[in-house]
């Protein structure tokens, strides 16, 4: 059964950079059939994409985010990350990793998502 | 950017009855790629129907996704006590952003 695990800090200081791991088990990351993918969700609020990752480092993001946001892959250890630099309070969300369906004949892109970490709250205070 | 908007924000139903929630896109969704997620207080969420009408691993036959172009539905044909929670729609079939709809609260009445 796969499983993905959020770890990293609960709290990070306005304009610092938050980063969160997320260790993928029961599964390769490495599978072409996949994209890996951070999802935020602030208290009370709907769900925004933050961006995804293949195993060949081919990313998307949300343009919204694009300019503070890296997600990055390390293969050997089954493990895709997030940097968000220069947060605010309006970063304060439960961050969660999840795995898309990949679709694609020519350029493969992020899919439906099957499977979603428990989820982190990262609060974004002084 | 793609908008969806999810109709209606609340839906106050008793168990038994049929469950319709909407959603509507600002531009044609490619495909039909479009899925729908359920979500519980402190969980994740969770996939329930993908490509607009595929039924997730698992997912009970009560629950069903039609729709395509602008227009798409859930619906769960006989409310259970477990389906009440808040449903999202998901659109990946533009380039990005995958927007996701605001949700619709479905309530015990």
Same mark, same amino acid.
């Given at each position: 059964q796969l499983q993905l695990q959020e770890s990293g800090p609960g709290l990070v200081k306005p304009s610092e950079t938050l980063s969160l791991t997320c260790t993928v088990s *029961? /599964? &390769?990351? $490495? $599978? $072409?059939?996949y994209y890996w993918g951070w999802i935020r969700q602030p208290p009370g609020k709907g769900l925004e994409w933050i961006g995804s990752i293949y195993y060949s480092g081919s990313t998307y993001y949300n343009p919204s985010l694009k300019s503070r946001v890296t997600i990055s892959v390390d293969t050997s250890k089954n493990q895709f990350s997030l940097k968000l630099s220069s947060? =605010?309070?309006? !970063? =304060?969300a439960v961050y969660y990793c999840a795995r898309h369906a990949a679709y694609g004949p020519i350029v493969v892109v992020p899919a439906a998502i099957d499977y979603w970490g428990q989820g982190t709250l990262v609060t974004v205070s002084s | 950017e793609i908008v969806l908007t999810q109709s209606p924000a609340t839906l106050s139903l008793s168990p038994g009855e049929r469950a319709t929630l909407s959603c509507g896109a600002s531009q044609s969704v490619s495909s039909s790629y479009l899925a729908w997620y359920q979500q519980k207080p402190g969980l994740a969420p969770r996939l329930?129907?993908? !490509?607009?009408s595929s039924r997730a691993t *698992?997912?009970? !036959?009560r629950f069903s996704g039609s729709g395509s172009g602008t227009d798409f539905t859930l619906t769960i044909s006989r409310l259970e006590p477990e389906d009440f929670a808040v449903y999202y729609c998901q659109q990946y /079939?533009? &380039?990005?952003?995958?927007t996701f709809g605001q949700g619709t609260k479905l309530e015990i009445k």
């Open positions: *029961g /599964g &390769s990351i $490495s $599978s $072409s059939s947060v =605010t309070a309006a !970063d =304060t | 329930l129907i993908y !490509d607009a *698992g997912i009970p !036959d /079939g533009s &380039s990005p952003p995958y």
